[in-house]
């Protein structure tokens, strides 16, 4: 059986020659757009293997005449462009695999065999584009794999738990989920289950008829219904009370929900991700999760990464934060690559989210415009000790600074006290969280404010209190 090579890598060319000529392939190398094109009209192949940039095009945006001249012909594509949305340009294809490189050669082989094998990958459905710009930041090894399985869930509608520690964004592994998905035009509706009281945990889920119970004064929709077209994402779900757990394993098996009170079924039209930052099978033998219901939602499971076992993006992300940092208004900054090396050599406990808030922080107190290392050393050893800065200036250096910073950003008439606060309520509230260990009560006190107050301005801001849990 023969099979087209496209790379333009002399060595890496010869490579998977040498590996698919040992499995008895015949291979056929050229490294252009033209010439593929030109071989493929002339020549029928078992398989096809391409890279993605090319001398004269992209191997992925020209596969549409592949398509025309062998429809049912396997595609198997490689790239050196590691992010997400090359993985899904790749699926949205019919590839029949995508390797990001560098990738293993042996694994490579076995799969231009099964590719071969299977006569055909392609559905003869047109697919359209996915929607570019998802937020999820990294080339790593272990980010690949993220983003290949996220390709392999886009086109159906199983069940997906992420598992994860607690800032690794296993929501915007959902959201990414959602967004690239066929479901993406219906609503991504998410709910904390741990957040949610035990005695309205079934409400909010399944919604209520009104006079279900006390306070029902109208009927409420659920989640479930709310999500309706798209997509329920059920975040930390390793601490659903039994009773929820019972109920929805119960709609998933049948494919409805009952309101409470409520005596008609409601067909579930949502697709169902999950995600937890606990070892489930532990708790299944402490009896604290049920296992039948393990098994439904975990069906494909993508395990999301630390950031300590994927220092490698980093930098990346630090720039990317940076760069968020300035769309919302803080001070531009340009980040030293052995600035960005201190940062690849920090422990981040807090994953991804204690990264974004320590940059956040950065682009806002940094004294200069350049990040350096002394900068960060600055933030770091302030941290430490709970502060923001570890030599933080007085009251009228910090007012001279906030007045500098407003005559850059020139803010609009009207707008300049609003501005200046924001700014500087960003810091102080992750300082006093920072001191009270993300107790909100405890920093609802500190700042002499409601409790309530503190939680709409953290909403608003963005802050999750959680991020700053002692540990």
Not at 246 to 272: F, H, K, M, P
Not at 389 to 396: I, N, Q, V
């Amino acid at each position: 059986m023969s099979v087209l090579l496209v790379e333009d890598d002399e060595s890496i060319a010869i490579v998977i020659t040498a590996a698919l000529e040992a499995e008895g392939f015949a291979v056929t190398r050229c490294d252009s757009v033209a010439t593929r094109d030109r071989l493929l009209a002339a020549h029928r192949y078992g398989a096809l293997v391409t890279d993605v940039m090319l001398t004269d095009g992209d191997g992925i945006e020209t596969l549409g005449t592949v398509r025309a001249l062998h429809p049912a012909m396997p595609i198997i594509i490689l790239s050196a462009q590691n992010t997400l949305d090359t993985a899904v340009r790749a699926s949205d294809t019919g590839a029949f695999e995508y390797f990001p490189k560098p990738f293993d050669i042996d694994e490579l082989a076995r799969t231009v065999r099964q590719a071969v094998g299977s006569g055909s990958s392609v559905s003869s459905e047109e697919t359209e584009p996915a929607p570019q710009g998802l937020p999820l930041v990294g080339r790593s090894a272990p980010m690949q794999a993220v983003y290949r399985m996220i390709t392999r869930v886009l086109r159906n509608d199983l069940t997906v738990l992420i598992l994860g520690e607690s800032g690794t964004g296993k929501e915007l592994v959902a959201e990414a989920i959602h967004q690239l998905g066929d479901r993406r035009d219906g609503p991504f509706v998410a709910v904390n289950t741990a957040a949610i009281p035990v005695e309205l945990i079934e409400s909010e889920l399944f919604g209520h008829e009104k006079g279900a119970f006390t306070g029902a004064v109208a009927r409420h929709i659920g989640k479930f219904e709310q999500a309706a077209g798209g997509t329920l994402f059920l975040d930390e779900i390793g601490d659903m009370p039994m009773q929820a757990q019972t109920r929805l394993l119960r709609a998933l098996q049948s494919g409805s929900i009952r309101r409470v009170g409520g005596r008609d079924e409601v067909t579930i039209d949502a697709r169902i991700v999950s995600a937890t930052n606990k070892d489930l099978e532990p708790l299944i033998a402490a009896g604290q999760f049920r296992e039948d219901l393990y098994y439904r939602i975990n069906v494909v499971p993508i395990h999301l990464p630390p950031l300590r076992e994927r220092p490698d993006d980093i930098e990346a992300l630090a720039r990317h934060f940076l760069a968020l940092a300035a769309g919302e208004g803080l001070p531009r900054r340009q980040l030293l690559p052995e600035a960005a090396l201190l940062l690849t050599r920090q422990p981040w406990r807090g994953n991804v989210r204690e990264l974004r808030n320590f940059i956040y922080r950065l682009a806002l107190l940094a004294r200069d415009d350049v990040i350096d290392i002394a900068a960060i050393d600055v933030l770091l050893e302030g941290a430490m000790r709970g502060e923001g800065s570890a030599h933080a200036p007085d009251g009228s250096e910090l007012a001279v600074a906030v007045v500098d910073w407003l005559r850059a950003k020139r803010p609009p008439d009207g707008a300049v006290y609003d501005t200046a606060l924001a700014a500087f309520e960003r810091p102080l509230l992750g300082w006093v969280l920072g001191q009270t260990g993300g107790n909100q009560l405890r920093a609802a006190q500190m700042l002499g404010i409601n409790r309530n107050t503190l939680r709409k301005r953290l909403s608003d801001l963005g802050i999750e209190a959680e991020a700053f849990t002692r540990r």
